[in-house]
């Protein structure tokens, strides 16, 4: 299984696919020997998907090879005589024959079935590595067997639709869905995972905001599309944006990339590129007056200046929010890495009520893990545990409620929170019961 350096094998192979339409656009400026070693680049891209096993990067490859493909031949069919086409088929293609396409598909399928092979054959000479071959098949065995028990996706939506109906106009507000879930008696079978997301933007959208807010954001952005009418769009810098786009929309319907840097990024690129843009100065017709040519220079210039503005502001956030990072990360590294004046106390310079409130629920589960459970500090751990359980729901965090509780003499709320860490967390409860810390 590949994941390159993002340690998740989906999101790698939505980077490979964002990849596959950028080389498109690419094949669409070069010229043959370019064209040439494009497709060898995509035949790479394409290796890389198979090897990463990812469902969810051959939807995207076969999303690719099916709009990519309808385009290619589109663009060479027979023109009627007389049509109005500008250039008609005699202006040379941007995209490969549609034949490539078919061979992409038939590529990933033999290197599917190949990698298996040569991974157990490069692993036979080293220890260990009779199995290394075998994470190649998940993806067919996932396909055809599904999820292990508890973690089936199916199931995590099951138990968000039924999130979604005990508060369908409101949800549980933004960044609840994890306590939602800890809290939750459901009728059946439970995800037995942390549930932070729900895996599905519209359905993460109404499960924390509620349905009305999902049905207007997600209505709006396909308004949006529908009224831009990417399927008539011919330049192929926009059709790249649109392509990328779809990679991340797909992905985010059984996942959430757009909770990660590198996909907001792109994301934000792409509307960037497809907002419609004011006309410039250069734009000016050539019988305009000189009145109207030098208001529109002073707009111009008006909107570089407020482009400067936003930059400046923009990297004096960016700069504050990466010292804050480097704070607040001090507790969670070891202490041979740490800074000089953090290794012995990481936690004495953090303030998640002040400076640090950008990352104050790290800085909360930093001093709740490290602060020691003592009867002079239990009010202190009881306040942090209660404040961190919204943000991450795990055993340690409810065994130190739990203990912390009853250390004031809050039987009820121990009792409560006991039943919850059985009911969620059974293997956690039985090392609670036989004394032992959680995992």
Known sequence: MAYGNLRQRNQFATLLSMGLVALLW?????????????????????????????????LQLGVIATGAGWMAWRERRPVEPGS????????????????????????????SWALPWSAVMVASFRAGGESAGADFQGMLTRLREGAPLGHSRWLLWHNVLWLIAQRPWTGWGWGQLSLAHYLAEYPGPRFVEILDNAHNLPLHLAVELGIPAAVLICGAFVWMVVAARPWQERDPAQLMAW??????????????????????LVFGLCLGMLWPGRRRACDVPHDAGAASIAV??????????AARLTAAALLAVVAYAGWSYVRVSQPFLPAAERLAGWRDDPLAPLDPDGRDWLFARQARFAELALTPLTPQTAARVHALAQATLAFSPEPRVVVKLIDSARLLGLEQEAQFHLERLRVVYPEAYARWLAGKPPV
């Open 84 to 111: 109005a086409v500008p250039g008609g088929n005699l202006m040379r293609p941007l995209l490969p024959h549609p034949g490539w396409f078919l061979g992409a598909l038939a590529l990933y399928a033999l290197l």
């Open 243 to 264: 392509g990328v786009l779809a990679m991340i929309v797909l992905h985010s319907l059984v996942e959430y990339p757009l909770w990660y840097g590198p996909f907001q």
């Open 296 to 305: 529109l220079q002073r707009q111009a210039a008006r909107a570089r200046w």
């Open 26 to 58: 690419a094949h669409g400026r070069a010229g043959a020997r370019g064209r040439r070693g494009l497709l060898a680049a995509g035949a790479l891209l394409i290796a890389g998907l198979a090897a990463s096993t990812s469902r969810t990067g051959l």
